[in-house]
């Protein structure tokens, strides 16, 4: 089968268990699609790509309650993504401040503050996850608006990010003619 086979095979494995839920650790050479960015294209920023994961997760729900789900894994009060970013911002002020010097302690009230905002951001949205439950049924979507809606907001390889686009601005693309004596009957 040769290694390279055997390495784009344990990746696309490893893809699809993520899909479904499990959590998946793979060794980085053996990631043959990874993820990049116009700012990272060698794909080795792994905590910003489980972050893009995550997007990619919540942009994917088939329901507002699958979405709520996500949404709870990052405001969760206990264990959700702000409540863990605020411990990073906690332990990166405790190492300045390890220093001993007056830059390091400068740097350490930074870092306290940014801890103090990621939490109060946790506090501002408790109930968030709860709220987009209660939206009720996701509209039904085209799959031209689909692809309309990933290439008006997909990051451009060649240019700086473009603003984000509202929903309102984004037209599914207009059907391809076809010709009545090539259509198909089914």
Do not use: K
């Amino acid at each position: 089968m040769g290694e390279e086979r055997e390495n784009q095979m344990a990746s696309h494995a490893a893809r699809m268990l993520t899909a479904v839920g499990y959590h998946v650790e793979l060794d980085p050479g053996l990631a043959v699609t990874r993820i990049t960015t116009p700012t990272n294209p060698a794909g080795d920023g792994v905590l910003g790509h489980s972050v893009l994961a995550l997007v990619g997760h919540l942009n994917g729900t088939a329901t507002y309650g699958a979405a709520a789900d996500i949404v709870d894994e990052v405001v969760d009060p206990h264990d959700g993504v702000l409540v863990r970013l605020g411990d990073f911002f906690e332990a990166a002020a405790a190492q300045a401040n390890a220093a001993g010097t007056q830059s390091g302690w400068d740097l350490s009230y930074v870092f306290e503050d940014a801890a103090a905002t990621v939490r109060e951001l946790g506090t501002d949205l408790h109930a968030a996850s709860d709220r987009m439950r209660d939206l009720g049924p996701l509209p039904n979507r085209g799959w031209q608006e689909g692809i309309a809606r990933y290439y008006a907001t997909a990051p451009n390889r060649h240019s700086a990010p473009a603003a984000a686009v509202s929903d309102e601005s984004v037209a599914a693309p207009h059907p391809t003619p076809v010709c009545p004596a090539h259509r198909r009957n089914r």
